[in-house]
């Protein structure tokens, strides 16, 4: 498992991300890389992969601490792929959650409901120093559909508009924990968790 006594910097700026990930990891020293003033990390990358690398690498390199990071996003097929890696900048730089709810749902206005599925993915990468050559990667997909309003008042990003069909209701309507126990995020974590004690093992 992650080293319980030693912090590890969790790469990311986004308090929603933050929140969650504390709280499925709360029995570790997470603490945000705000708390140590690392600068953002430009997510120039085409991939998940690579940006969670970016955001990763970043972290323990100002903060000389293993590190968290995971990359995100929202995948749509009615719109080839898109907001794809670009989520949480698809209407513009400085965009917040409402700006990229307007204008997903703007895209997709006049698409059938057969043709709106979509899903979450998240990549998580734990490295435990800048140059680790051996990065630990975990992957989880969460399947839905998207909306066409925003619905409920919990989580953060899309979660408005993303339709959890197995509970038949949008992600922003469900407890943080049912949410955590069914998100991309939270898979993502599961694994990355399970992969790193097997090596501690190995």
């Known amino acids: 498992m992650f080293p319980a006594s030693q912090h590890i910097v969790l790469a990311s700026g986004n308090a929603g991300k933050i929140k969650e990930i504390q709280a499925m990891l709360a029995q570790h020293l997470i603490v945000p890389q705000s708390a140590f003033d690392v600068p953002e990390c430009d997510e120039t990358a085409c991939t998940f992969v690579e940006n969670a690398l970016l955001k990763a690498r970043n972290a ?11 990359d995100s996003g929202l995948i749509v097929d009615a719109l080839n792929g898109a907001p794809g890696v670009k989520s949480a900048r698809y209407a513009g730089p400085g965009a917040n959650d409402r700006d990229n709810l ?31 050559p051996c990065p630990v990667i975990a992957e989880g997909i969460w399947e839905g559909k998207i909306l066409d309003h925003a619905v409920g008042n919990n ?25 955590n126990s069914l998100s991309h995020r939270g898979q993502a974590l599961r694994r990355i968790t399970a992969l790193i004690k097997a090596r501690e093992k190995s």
């Open 155 to 179: 989580g953060f990003g899309y979660d408005p508009v993303f339709w959890v069909p197995d509970k038949q209701c949008a992600s922003a309507e469900l407890p943080a924990d049912v949410k």
């Open 60 to 70: 323990a390199l100002h903060c000389r601490l293993p590190a968290i990071a995971d």
């Open 102 to 132: 307007d204008k997903l749902l703007k895209a997709l206005d006049g698409v059938p409901d057969a043709q709106r599925t979509a899903r979450f993915i998240c990549i998580m990468v734990f490295i435990e120093h800048a140059d680790d």
